[in-house]
């Protein structure tokens, strides 16, 4: 059973708009909450974070938000432009273990030119 | 060299081979991981190890042995594999109880035949 899931396989979206990437989890331990970027040959890197005590987390043109009642995270990217188009990965950290990320299977992000 | 590094980035193996795959991590970090990213699945961390000492074994089968000779070098064993074992198998690293802040290496794309 996936505790972290990302529905939409695949986005495409025109350079300049705004990319909108969704992920739900199951899990009401996770506490943390963690977006990669990667990119083919190349593995994850880390993107942007957030706590469970916040409800967004902004680092230049990303900004994460954090709904928990929903349970639901999203990555907003604005602009998008065409060098952010990679594979996005949502994973999420429980306090009770926090060496272990649970990952969603990813979005193919593609931004047109 | 810099980050984490894997080689071989490409492995097609028998199932009657035996190889294995090697990380390593120029972070000064204490804790390593592997990861197996199987197509259309999201990644799963296999095994942690935290000070060469191995912390978390994800009910791996035994045809995949770890070993962690020190903090830097990570090395998975590969014998009597399945083709259901093809996947890319990637490394990170981290400072012990920051998997938060875990670092990636490029993989290993593995192909049993």
């Known amino acids: 059973d996936q505790q972290v899931k990302q529905n939409s396989p695949s986005l495409s979206v025109q350079e300049g708009r705004i990319s909108i990437l969704n992920c739900d989890y199951t899990?009401?331990?996770?506490?943390?909450f963690l977006w990669y970027k990667k990119y083919p040959a190349e593995g994850p890197t880390f993107l942007i974070s957030?706590?469970?005590?916040?409800d967004k987390n902004e680092d230049g043109r990303f900004t994460v938000f954090l709904n928990k009642s929903a349970k639901h995270l999203s990555l907003h990217i604005v602009p998008s432009q065409p060098g952010d188009s990679a594979v996005y990965f949502c994973?999420?950290?429980?306090?009770?273990?926090?060496?272990?990320?649970?990952f969603g299977k990813g979005t193919l992000l593609t931004v047109n030119p | 060299e810099t980050g984490v590094t894997q080689t071989p980035r490409h492995l097609v193996m028998g199932m009657t081979n035996k190889k294995s795959l090697k990380c390593e991590q120029h972070?000064?970090?204490?804790?390593m991981y592997w990861y197996k990213q199987s197509a259309k699945k999201p990644l799963e961390l296999m095994f942690v190890?935290?000070?060469?000492?191995?912390?978390e074994n994800n009910s791996v089968p035994s045809r995949f042995s770890p070993e962690c000779p020190n903090s830097s070098h990570l090395f998975l064993h590969l014998h009597t594999l399945q083709p259901e074992d093809s996947a890319l198998y990637l490394c990170?690293?981290?400072?012990?109880?920051?998997?938060?802040?875990?670092?990636f290496g490029p993989g290993t794309r593995l192909t049993v035949t």
């Open positions: 990170a690293s981290s400072q012990p109880g920051q998997a938060y802040e875990q670092y």
């Open positions: 899990n009401s331990m996770f506490d943390y």
């Open positions: 957030i706590s469970s005590i916040k």
């Open positions: 994973a999420a950290l429980s306090g009770g273990s926090n060496y272990k990320l649970t």
């Open positions: 972070l000064g970090h204490n804790a």
């Open positions: 190890y935290n000070f060469k000492e191995q912390t």
